[in-house]
């Protein structure tokens, strides 16, 4: 008899965790957008009989509109820490087909995520059984964990700079040495205790 009410709490847990899910009869675009504070999820529900137009940002609704008699256009929303634009475009293709695209800042979201791969490093990395995402961002030279953007100094050191700060205790740092070639331009590496970490690609 235990045993059975056990599962029914687990199953409970679940349906709660995907109730928003249930209820999106409507969704017909799913974006995930790399930021520096964290990976979010873009959903997007479009009632093509009511205009009906919802848009959730990491499962919250953003934006919840009823019934729209025109049913192309776009929707305008921030996402993130830094509250980073992102516009829905919603154009019909033919007869009742309709083609959702996502821009960030502006630009196409490949655009975009092909900009963000050269203005930022991002590693992904294990510390205790726990998993970090740290973000470099070049042009201010920002670093964020896991949402939160850290405290670092600054040093100079014989070959380049070395931006340190701590995960969870452990003191890391990312180093920036210049490759020597122009188009490489400046290698930014992370180290952690005396271990360098791998770039993520993503």
């Given amino acids: 008899m235990a045993s ?16 928003h899910l249930e209820k999106m009869t409507d969704l017909v675009a799913v974006w995930e957008v790399a930021l520096s504070d964290g990976v979010h999820k873009i959903e997007f529900e479009h009632g093509t009989t009511s205009g009906k137009r919802v848009v959730y940002v990491d499962g919250k609704e953003e934006i919840r509109k ?19 634009k992102a516009t829905i475009n919603i154009d019909a293709v033919s007869g009742f087909a309709y083609e959702y695209s996502l821009e960030i800042n502006g630009k196409s979201l490949k655009k975009y995520m092909e900009h963000r791969s050269k203005t930022t490093n991002t590693w992904v990395l294990s510390l205790g059984g726990t998993d970090y995402r740290v973000v470099l961002e070049k042009d201010t030279m920002d670093v964020w964990c896991n949402g939160q953007k850290m405290e670092t100094a600054g040093e100079f050191v014989e070959d380049g700079t070395e931006t340190h700060f701590s995960v969870d205790g452990h003191s890391c740092y ?15 590496t992370l180290i952690v205790g005396d271990r360098e970490i791998p770039e993520a690609v993503e």
């Avoid at 990312?174 to 930014?188: D, F, L, N, T, Y």
């Fill in 66 to 84: 009823g019934w729209m008699f025109k049913l192309v256009g776009k929707e305008t929303f921030t996402v993130g820490a830094s509250k980073t």
């Fill in 174 to 188: 990312i180093k920036a040495v210049s490759s020597g070639k122009q188009k490489e331009g400046i290698i930014h």
């Fill in 4 to 19: 059975g009410e056990e599962i029914t709490v687990c199953e409970d847990e679940v349906r709660s965790q995907y109730s």
